[in-house]
């Protein structure tokens, strides 16, 4: 049997920079008994600012890594006090409590990647009534809940409607509108997950040719999708192609399919998300055909949006980032971006 094709990641690449906390906002926001009534604004930035960060637990996340590695790096670069404690629990609950410890830490501001829209927001409209201001970066919130421009200042990352449908229109010219789909979905409830299905599945229902034979939570995850394409190959015998949502997952499904006696691009059509460089090299090596970039390199647009938003300036309730899909007559020049 092969040897496992991926290595559990056990801590980040980078430790925590640690900070003493900065003061609160010089300026007084519009304030109730309960705190900010809506957002409040940002103290200029000087080498006292503390800026806090809460990111989220991935066992398999060289996305994750690569993402949290771009803040760490670019709060150093910069000279900041950045607040961070690395997760070590996929929970959601791990992240709210780290959240709220950045509240009573009362820094100058902090960066979130939601772990889901559900749990998070409500951490959202806390910072916001402590009188700290919230910039959101990779996965969204309930917009709904945690209002932008109101609740948080802004939200950088990518468009995972549009990803979802990138891949979807890149697979339809690839088979002229004939497919059989099983799809490998992320976390429940992430912002990623939500909008790469439904940028995905509407497109691919355009299409009377093509059909998703079924859809189901991989987690964002290599063993759970592993385990997942164990147990759906053998019911859809008929599938042609795997839509798989990120590339963890996708390597999970590499396994499976090899410890099965079958090959991923030969027995199987595979495409991803993310744009690691194991999934560019699986590309080349024709066991992936095509993958949609996720870009992880969000610090440097990220502490833009804080400085900008520290002198006053206004700025969007959201920032997005311009992805591209990756297949065999780009991947080369795409290489020196891998993560």
Same mark, same amino acid.
């Given at each position: 049997?092969?040897? &496992?094709?991926?290595?559990?990641? %056990?801590?980040?690449?980078?430790?925590?920079? $640690?900070?003493?906390?900065?003061?609160?906002?010089?300026?007084?926001?519009?304030? @109730?008994?309960?705190?900010?009534? @809506? +957002?409040?604004?940002?103290?200029?930035?000087?080498?006292?600012?503390?800026?806090?960060?809460?990111?989220? =637990?991935?066992?398999?996340?060289?996305?994750?890594?690569?993402?949290? #590695?771009?803040?760490? +790096?670019?709060?150093?670069?910069?000279? =900041?006090?950045?607040?961070?404690?690395?997760?070590?629990?996929?929970?959601? %609950?791990?992240?709210?409590?780290?959240?709220?410890?950045?509240?009573?830490? &009362?820094?100058?501001?902090?960066?979130?990647?939601?772990?889901?829209?559900?749990?998070?927001?409500?951490?959202?409209?806390?910072?916001?009534?402590?009188?700290?201001?919230?910039?959101?970066?990779?996965?969204?919130?309930?917009?709904?809940?945690?209002?932008?421009?109101?609740?948080?200042?802004?939200?950088?990352?990518?468009?995972?409607?549009? *990803?979802?449908?990138?891949?979807?229109?890149?697979?339809?010219?690839?088979?002229?509108?004939?497919?059989?789909? +099983?799809?490998? *979905?992320?976390?429940?409830?992430?912002?990623?997950?939500?909008?790469?299905?439904?940028?995905?599945?509407? @497109?691919?229902?355009?299409?009377?040719?093509?059909?998703?034979?079924?859809?189901?939570?991989?987690?964002? #995850?290599?063993?759970?999708?592993?385990? $997942?394409?164990?147990?759906? $190959?053998?019911?859809?015998?008929?599938?042609?192609?795997?839509?798989?949502?990120? #590339?963890?997952?996708?390597?999970?499904?590499?396994?499976?399919?090899?410890?099965?006696?079958?090959?991923?691009?030969?027995?199987?059509?595979?495409?991803?998300?993310?744009?690691?460089?194991?999934?560019?090299?699986?590309? *080349?090596?024709?066991?992936?055909?095509?993958?949609?970039?996720?870009?992880?390199?969000?610090?440097?647009?990220?502490?833009?949006?804080?400085?900008?938003? %520290?002198?006053?300036?206004?700025?969007?309730?959201?920032?997005?980032?311009?992805?591209?899909?990756?297949?065999?007559?780009?991947?080369?020049? =795409?290489?020196?971006?891998?993560?």
């Amino acid at each position: 049997m092969q040897t &496992k094709r991926w290595a559990t990641i %056990a801590g980040m690449a980078t430790g925590a920079l $640690l900070g003493a906390c900065g003061s609160n906002n010089s300026t007084s926001p519009p304030a @109730t008994s309960a705190g900010c009534s @809506t +957002l409040p604004p940002m103290a200029s930035i000087t080498p006292s600012t503390t800026i806090g960060f809460a990111q989220f =637990y991935e066992a398999d996340g060289l996305w994750r890594t690569a993402n949290t #590695d771009s803040i760490v +790096l670019e709060a150093a670069r910069r000279g =900041y006090n950045l607040l961070f404690n690395p997760p070590t629990s996929d929970e959601a %609950a791990q992240q709210v409590s780290r959240i709220q410890d950045l509240i009573d830490a &009362k820094v100058d501001a902090i960066i979130i990647a939601p772990h889901d829209e559900t749990t998070t927001s409500p951490m959202v409209i806390a910072a916001r009534k402590a009188c700290i201001p919230v910039f959101i970066e990779d996965r969204t919130v309930d917009t709904t809940v945690a209002i932008p421009g109101h609740d948080f200042v802004t939200y950088i990352g990518s468009n995972m409607v549009k *990803e979802g449908q990138m891949s979807a229109q890149w697979l339809i010219a690839k088979t002229g509108g004939q497919a059989k789909i +099983l799809e490998f *979905e992320g976390t429940t409830g992430s912002s990623a997950a939500v909008g790469r299905k439904q940028g995905f599945d509407e @497109t691919i229902a355009t299409q009377p040719g093509m059909t998703i034979l079924a859809s189901q939570d991989g987690d964002f #995850d290599t063993q759970t999708a592993y385990n $997942l394409a164990l147990q759906l $190959l053998p019911q859809y015998p008929q599938a042609n192609w795997i839509y798989s949502q990120n #590339d963890g997952m996708s390597f999970g499904i590499i396994q499976a399919l090899h410890d099965m006696g079958k090959t991923a691009g030969k027995d199987i059509q595979l495409i991803s998300n993310d744009g690691t460089l194991q999934g560019c090299q699986d590309l *080349e090596a024709g066991l992936i055909d095509e993958i949609t970039q996720c870009n992880p390199h969000f610090g440097a647009p990220v502490f833009d949006a804080i400085e900008q938003y %520290a002198q006053g300036q206004p700025l969007p309730t959201s920032i997005l980032n311009t992805d591209q899909t990756i297949d065999s007559s780009s991947v080369a020049s =795409y290489l020196p971006q891998a993560f």
